[in-house]
C-alpha cells in the first residue's frame, strides 16, 4: 500500500489563485521533502522540513510539517503559470538517510492564465 | 556545477539486450538511489547504495543489478530487459542524514522496451 499519500492528485487553478497540497503519512517521519517536476524531467528539490511544527517559505510556496509530524502541506500564494508541474512529498520513513525516500504519486498543478 | 549526469537520457532497445544506463555525481555524496517513474505509481525505488561496495534493495529490485565500486559512479543493469521495465529512470545522490542537504536528482533517462 502507498505509505505516503498526496492530495489532490491534481489540481487546476486559476492565475492568482492560492492552493495547497496536502502529503500525509500513516508513519512517522523523519524528515519531509518536497520537489518540483516539469513533465519528464528531473526533480526540482524546493524545502525539507525535519521538525514537527516546522514551516519554510521560499518565494511564494510556503510548506509545513504538522506537530505530529505526519502530515505536510504545500501551499502556493498567487499561483502563477511557472508553478505550473508536478509536485512530489518525499519522505524518510527510516530515520537513516535521503537514500531512503518514499515518494508520494504527485499532484499535478495546472495554472491557467 | 553540481549535478548528477545520466546516460543515456533516452534509449529504446529489444527485449533481451543487456544495457547500463549510467549515473555520475560530482559532489562526494555518500548515498546514491535509482528510481523509476511510472504513470499512476510515482516514483519507486529500485537500488539505493550507502557507500562504495554498499548496496540494498529498494521496492523494486527485480530484473535490475547495480554496482558501487566507486563514490561518483552507481550504473543500472538490466541484464535482460522486458516491455515491464519501459519507464523513466532517476538517478539521485545525497549526503546522509543529518547534513540537512537535499536529494540531488539526474535529468532522467527514459527507456522503451520492445
Known amino acids: 500500500s502507498q505509505e505516503l499519500e498526496q492530495s489532490p492528485q491534481s489540481l487546476i487553478v486559476q492565475e492568482g489563485k492560492n492552493l495547497t497540497i496536502n502529503c500525509t503519512s500513516s508513519?512517522?517521519?523523519?524528515?519531509l521533502y518536497w520537489y518540483k517536476q516539469k513533465y519528464g524531467e528531473g526533480l526540482i528539490f524546493l524545502m525539507m522540513?525535519?521538525?514537527?511544527?516546522e514551516e519554510k517559505s521560499h518565494e511564494k510556496i510556503t510548506a509545513k510539517l504538522d506537530e505530529k509530524k505526519q502530515q505536510s502541506s504545500l501551499h502556493i500564494t498567487a499561483s502563477q503559470p511557472s508553478h505550473a508541474g508536478i509536485y512530489l512529498c518525499g519522505a524518510d520513513m527510516l530515520g537513516g538517510s535521503q537514500g531512503n525516500l518514499i515518494f508520494g504519486k504527485g499532484t499535478k498543478l495546472s495554472v491557467k492564465p | 556545477e553540481a549535478q548528477v549526469t545520466q546516460n543515456p537520457r533516452y534509449l529504446i532497445t529489444v527485449t533481451g539486450k543487456k544495457l547500463t544506463v549510467t549515473c555520475s555525481q560530482n559532489?562526494?555524496?555518500?548515498?546514491m538511489s535509482w528510481y523509476r517513474q511510472d504513470p499512476g505509481l510515482g516514483l519507486r525505488q529500485i537500488y539505493y547504495s550507502m557507500n562504495v561496495e554498499v548496496t540494498d534493495k529498494g521496492d523494486v529490485p527485480e530484473g535490475y543489478k547495480v554496482s558501487r565500486k566507486e563514490k561518483r559512479n552507481f550504473p543500472l543493469i538490466l541484464e535482460s530487459p522486458s516491455p515491464n521495465q519501459t519507464s523513466l529512470y532517476f538517478c539521485a545522490s545525497s549526503q546522509p542524514y543529518g547534513r540537512n542537504t537535499e536529494a540531488f536528482f539526474g535529468q532522467g533517462t527514459r527507456l522503451t522496451v520492445v
Open positions: 508513519k512517522t517521519l523523519y524528515g
Open positions: 522540513l525535519q521538525k514537527g511544527g
Open positions: 559532489m562526494n555524496h555518500e548515498y
